[in-house]
């Protein structure tokens, strides 16, 4: 089979198309003929060496994706219960299956989510993992009441919109956070109710937006402004951070948090798809919703999976707006 490899760690430049065995049949596991692959900046820092990698080159990147299967084997394996039934053809998607990058993907079966007719390869690849990341922020993290305003942090990016939206579909209102008056604009377009530039005085604008108490919650993705997330949040209000894309945060003196009856929450993915009973009905709900219409998703552009190495310096560049995917031929 073909897939996006690389020897050595470095720029997009150390991508390559080529050969590799394709993936042998486990216990426990389908073989997934890719139709439609998310690619996700934590690729990007898989080929640059700031994540670990297991096992020996050619390295191949890629976590997320759906497609059909090809073959599977229920008699074992050593995930945890396995809460559907597949089988052969079926429709399936995955958010942390690694090797993604390749024309067949072996995946455990407790981390395959059936993928309903009405959605289509590209929308499952495009949703899952910011989709599912987007829930629990929402959900687990800081339920959102109706009427409250939630700060979303990169509100352009791949989580973004997605958590926009959500906060919106549980009745409250989004502000977002963005680098760009283009982004600004999309972010607009993508669920929130308005969007500032983190180029101006933007916790004063968050002051503003609700006349002068502050936000309920910020979700930040950033780091570096987490210190002035609490500034933005209201007496008794709540900060998530679950992402560092701008940098390590500041240290939070717990004085402070006591002082104005803030609390700071963590926030990690993996923590919260404990089973494959979550991954199912958290993956229905999103299904569910972009069927419906309520969830929209935003492509930004889709390259063939022997272009990737282009994908990668488009995503790079952080100019694109939306998800970007790599189809397999």
């Known amino acids: 089979m073909k897939a996006l490899c690389f020897e050595r760690f470095g720029g997009p430049e150390v991508l390559t198309y080529r050969d590799v065995p394709t993936p042998e049949l486990q216990p426990g596991h389908a073989r997934v003929r890719m139709k439609a692959i998310g690619l996700n900046f934590a690729d990007i820092y898989r080929r640059r060496g700031n994540y670990h990698l297991a096992g020996q080159p050619p390295y191949i990147a890629g976590y997320e994706g759906a497609g059909v299967i090809e073959a599977l084997d229920a008699t074992g394996g050593t995930g945890g219960p396995v809460e559907a039934r597949f089988a052969v053809g079926d429709r399936v998607a995955f958010a942390d299956a690694p090797f993604a990058n390749a024309e067949y993907v072996r995946v455990p079966l407790e981390k395959l989510v059936p993928v309903p007719q009405e959605i289509s390869f590209k929308q499952a690849a495009a949703l899952l993992l910011q989709g599912l990341t987007a829930h629990y922020l929402v959900r687990d993290s800081r339920r959102v009441a109706p009427g409250e305003v939630a700060l979303v942090h990169a509100a352009a990016g791949g989580v973004g919109p997605l958590l926009s939206q959500m906060v919106r579909l549980q009745g409250g209102r989004a502000l977002g956070l963005v680098s760009s008056p283009e982004k600004q604009r999309f972010a607009r377009e993508t669920g929130a109710e308005d969007a500032f530039l983190y180029s101006e ?28 997330s609490f500034r933005a949040v209201r007496k008794g209000g709540q900060v998530v951070f679950y992402g560092m ?13 006591m ?4 609390t700071l929450t963590g926030g990690d993915l993996w923590n919260v798809l404990t089973s494959h009973r979550e991954r199912l009905d958290r993956s229905a709900e999103l299904f569910g919703w972009v069927r419906d219409g309520r969830l929209k998703l935003t492509l930004a552009r889709t390259f063939p999976l022997a272009e990737g190495a282009e994908a990668h310096r488009l995503l790079e560049g952080r100019g694109t707006m939306g998800k970007i995917l790599l189809i397999p031929s």
């Open 259 to 262: 002082d104005t009856s803030k």
């Open 201 to 228: 005085d933007w916790v004063a604008r968050a002051l503003a937006a609700t006349g002068g108490r502050g936000v309920d919650v910020a979700y930040d993705s950033v780091g570096k402004t987490l210190l002035d």
């Open 245 to 257: 894309a701008g940098g390590d945060p500041a240290p939070v003196d717990p004085r402070m948090l």
